[in-house]
């Protein structure tokens, strides 16, 4: 028994003598792997199955508040999780959720009579969508085409006063048969959107407008227009009626409405006028839907103890047109799917391929990296604004932020990358990565743009914004994954990979660097409307008013005393309700004009004064 314990006895010190060997040899510890060999796995084959499928007549083009929508924000979750990130939403998901209006149906009310003559909806007359709900009795005048166009010289209401009225305007433009007439000559200016007339008529104090398409128009089509204008509540009601309603109210006012457009059309000379003894009635009942659509958002976290609560967003929007609204630039094609390969489920793939790349690396990284898809973009960069407004990650955490729109149609190998100088080093490391890729780089310094980044750069984040270019297709059912060029997205792939991972491991933080808005909108590079403000609206629907996200330093309306926070609602001395009422406003002024604005601040008015300038 003795002789067995000794044997056993030896048989354990044994072990622990090769075991106490085995714990002093080196253990093999995984290495980073350097960026320049990970962009070597980045997929065409796989980024182009995730195009494909998102750009699929099946997902029906993405559009906001559909299920579809929904649909897809499943899949790139499930992607992400399949890639290793963890869900960075909220409440432990991948999702963060914000509510969109999603349409307008007409509700029992809807109702129009001229001089007591009640008129059969459907028939001779439709409401349209973007109206009030509200009712209104009061005297007709005639504004033309009801535009006030300063940059040629043209106002249909010059001559007439159209407070507390019911105004009465052709569709279309002046002109529109001309080649040399100053409204783009046969193609139509933005003058001629009904919603851009009925912002006008509202500014100019009518409390209705009826549309009515000029004699030279045979159709009289009351339907197809109504998919092609805003949904949301612009202040007034309107309706688009058949010219036969108001030929009696045209004659007893000794008025012919075909003279009438021959005149303005000779020369641009208004023909406005108030009719004789004529009245009209609209009561507008429209229900506007809301519905909550989701932000995707994923995370890698860093390695170092202090800066892993600093990140990187990396982003792109997902959300496209559906069958085509009114930002289709194929309205004959409303009702087809609009399938959004290029716009944006290209930069959507993106972020997937550059997720699943980056978790096979993350522990080299010392800082956290973000990867959001947003939706919502299309309608306003709604998704960008409200993760900017309510991050699910301390804002001032959040070091830089990459946006990728449109990387799928690279041509010529050119790429157009913005934001380059909201710091200053940006460039020269977007330079030197792209050294490998070989692509033909074009640059803009201003981190201001009509894509998501522009949230991120309204709270003085630096940005990066990758683009391939516009083309053809752009916003029409043709945008097909077909004509995708996977082997150049990935090359653009490469150098975003290359830029985070140079981000997320350099030591010292990125300092922010403020670029004035370029004059020229688009996907560009940014933009504005008309002389220059100076402030960067927050485009959230759901407030009376117009938003500041941001107001520029040394701007004229920084110099006015104006505030990121502050809400305008009057803009020399016109209510303003939406952005597109702002907008419309501030492009009937000129540089060196002073308007009075009023912006509430802590539920308090503010009044000033601010002087415009020219766009820098």
């Not at 994954?481 to 990125?510: C, F, P």
């Not at 539920?603 to 004064?609: C, R």
Request: aromatic residues 8%; negative net charge; hydrophobic residues 40%.
């Amino acid at each position: 028994m003795a002789k067995r314990r000794s044997l056993a006895a030896l048989i354990v010190a044994g072990l622990l003598a090769v075991l106490a060997v085995y714990l002093t040899w080196p253990v093999a510890v995984p290495q980073p792997r350097p960026a320049a060999e990970l962009v070597t796995e980045l997929s065409p084959v796989r980024y182009l199955k995730d195009v494909t499928y998102l750009a699929s007549d099946e997902m029906k083009g993405r559009g906001d508040g559909s299920p579809e929508l929904d649909k897809a924000a499943d899949y790139i979750a499930e992607q992400f999780r399949l890639a290793g990130l963890a869900p960075a939403g909220e409440g432990n998901t991948y999702f963060q959720g914000f509510e969109i209006t999603t349409g307008a149906v007409l509700g029992a009310k809807n109702e129009f009579s001229v001089n007591g003559t009640n008129l059969r909806m459907n028939d001779a007359f439709v409401p349209v969508t973007f109206s009030s709900t509200a009712e209104f009795e009061g005297p007709l005048v005639f504004a033309g085409y009801g535009i006030t166009a300063p940059e040629y010289k043209y106002d249909d209401y010059s001559n007439i006063d159209a407070s507390g009225k019911i105004v009465v305007v052709f569709e279309r433009e002046p002109q529109e048969n001309d080649p040399k007439s100053v409204f783009a000559g046969t193609g139509l200016t933005a003058h001629s959107s009904f919603t851009n007339k009925a912002i006008n008529a509202r500014l100019h104090g009518a409390k209705g407008i009826i549309f009515i398409a000029p004699p030279s128009q045979e159709s009289e089509d009351l339907g197809p227009v109504q998919r092609q204008e805003a949904e949301s509540d612009l202040g007034i009601s309107a309706v688009h009626a058949k010219r036969a309603v108001l030929l009696k109210a045209f004659k007893d006012s000794g008025k012919d409405p075909a003279v009438l457009q021959r005149a303005i059309d000779k020369d641009l000379t208004p023909q406005s006028f108030a009719f004789s003894g004529a009245r009209a009635r609209i009561a507008t009942d429209v229900v506007r839907s809301r519905k909550t659509i989701r932000n995707v958002i994923g995370a890698l976290p860093g390695a170092d103890p202090t800066l892993k609560d600093e990140w990187i967003v990396v982003g792109a929007h997902y959300d496209h047109l559906g069958l085509g609204n009114r930002n289709s630039l194929a309205p004959s094609q409303i009702g087809e799917v609009h399938h959004g390969a290029d716009d944006n489920a290209s930069g959507t793939a993106g972020v997937m391929e550059l997720a699943r790349i980056a978790a096979e690396n993350n522990h080299a990284w010392k800082r956290s990296v973000l990867f959001i898809a947003f939706a919502g973009e299309e309608i306003g960069l709604l998704g960008s604004s409200d993760f900017a407004n309510h991050p699910t990650v301390p804002l001032k955490g959040i070091d830089a932020m990459i946006n990728m729109d449109m990387i799928g149609r690279v041509t010529n190998n050119r790429l157009f990358i913005g934001g380059v100088g909201t710091s200053p080093s940006l460039k020269q490391i977007v330079e030197d990565l792209n050294k490998p890729a070989g692509l033909d780089l074009n640059f803009s310094d201003s981190g201001y743009g009509s894509s998501d980044h522009t949230s991120f750069n309204a709270k003085k984040i630096p940005v990066l914004f990758f683009f391939s270019g516009l083309h053809t297709d752009y916003h029409k059912p043709s945008d097909t994954a077909d004509k995708i060029n996977a082997e150049g997205a990935v090359k653009v792939l490469s150098v975003v990979y290359g830029t985070i991972d140079r981000l997320a491991t350099d030591t010292q933080r990125l300092p922010y660097h403020e670029i004035a808005q370029p004059p020229q909108a688009g996907r560009g590079g940014g933009g504005g409307y008309g002389p220059y403000f100076g402030s960067v609206p927050d485009f959230r629907d759901d407030l009376k008013g117009v938003l500041f996200s941001d107001v520029q330093n040394n701007s004229p309306a920084a110099k006015a005393g104006l505030k990121a926070g502050d809400l305008m609602v009057e803009f020399d001395g016109k209510q303003i309700l939406t952005l597109s009422d702002y907008a419309y406003a501030l492009r009937t002024k000129k540089p060196g004009d002073i308007v009075a604005v009023i912006v509430k601040r802590n539920g308090q008015d503010v009044k000033t004064d601010v002087t415009l300038e020219a766009r820098r």
